[in-house]
């Protein structure tokens, strides 16, 4: 957990508004990882960054989110248009190849 | 697709007592195996990482094993203490080890 930090903690909007969530890992991790949580299911995979590029997004739900990372440091993940479905515990992860290290996560609550 | 079931759902014990707790994977062809734990509201604190050549994987009273024919994983908790209530998770890397697959978790409570 230690070296990765979201932010905010916590959220809350209205469906149709705009959220970007952030990510600040500590340096020198060239993977990056978002992953999701959503009520009374399993924690799952969103998209993988290797440096500044997208190795793997084949989790993103749809084209209402995107993903960036500048300069292969911190990333945003940004939800446009917010979905009632969207809320759930959004986290980040960093580390080598097979293990991850993740942050505290974005709760993210839309209504 | 890997896919990881986590059993039981819930746990309670009282403290003292030792308990396992299961985790099975239906692709054994696994870099590897993490265990997790999440406290309320917090993120998921690394707890053990069993390669796959490994067998088990010790830190305190922690005990990790993996049976990677049996596609089965089991966290041993020796002398449960009530910090040790929590939410588990365990988590198997995707074959090219660039996505974990996780569980969805054993809640445990440790009685005082």
């Known amino acids: 957990e230690a070296g990765v930090t979201q932010f905010p903690s916590h959220s809350v909007i209205e469906k149709g508004q705009t959220v970007t969530l952030r990510c600040d890992p500590i340096?020198?991790?060239?993977?990056l990882y978002w992953y999701r949580r959503v009520m009374g299911k399993e924690i799952k995979f969103l998209l993988h960054?290797?440096?500044?590029?997208?190795?793997?997004e084949s989790g993103m739900p749809n084209n209402r989110f995107l993903a960036e990372r500048t300069g292969g440091t911190y990333s945003t993940l940004k939800v446009q248009p917010a979905e009632l479905e969207d809320s759930g515990v959004y986290f980040c992860?960093?580390?080598?190849?097979?293990?991850?290290?993740f942050g505290q996560g974005t709760r993210l609550t839309v209504v | 697709k890997q896919e990881v079931t986590q059993i039981p759902a819930a746990l309670s014990v009282p403290e003292g007592e030792n308990l396992v707790l299961n985790c099975s994977f239906t692709?054994?062809?696994?870099?590897?195996l993490q265990w997790f734990r999440q406290d309320p509201g917090k993120g998921l604190t690394s707890l053990l990482l069993?390669?796959?050549?490994?067998r088990e994987q010790t830190s305190g009273r922690l005990n990790a094993s993996l049976d990677k024919s049996s596609g089965r994983s089991t966290l041993y908790i020796a002398a449960s203490q009530p910090g040790d209530s929590a939410t588990y998770l365990c988590?198997?890397?995707?074959?090219?080890?660039?996505?974990?697959?996780f569980g969805t978790g054993t809640s445990l409570t440790v009685i005082p």
């Open positions: 992860a960093v580390g080598p190849t097979a293990e991850a290290f």
């Open positions: 340096s020198g991790h060239d993977n």
């Open positions: 960054f290797v440096k500044e590029s997208k190795q793997d």
């Open positions: 692709d054994s062809a696994i870099y590897n």
């Open positions: 069993i390669q796959s050549s490994q």
């Open positions: 988590a198997a890397p995707s074959n090219t080890g660039n996505q974990f697959y």
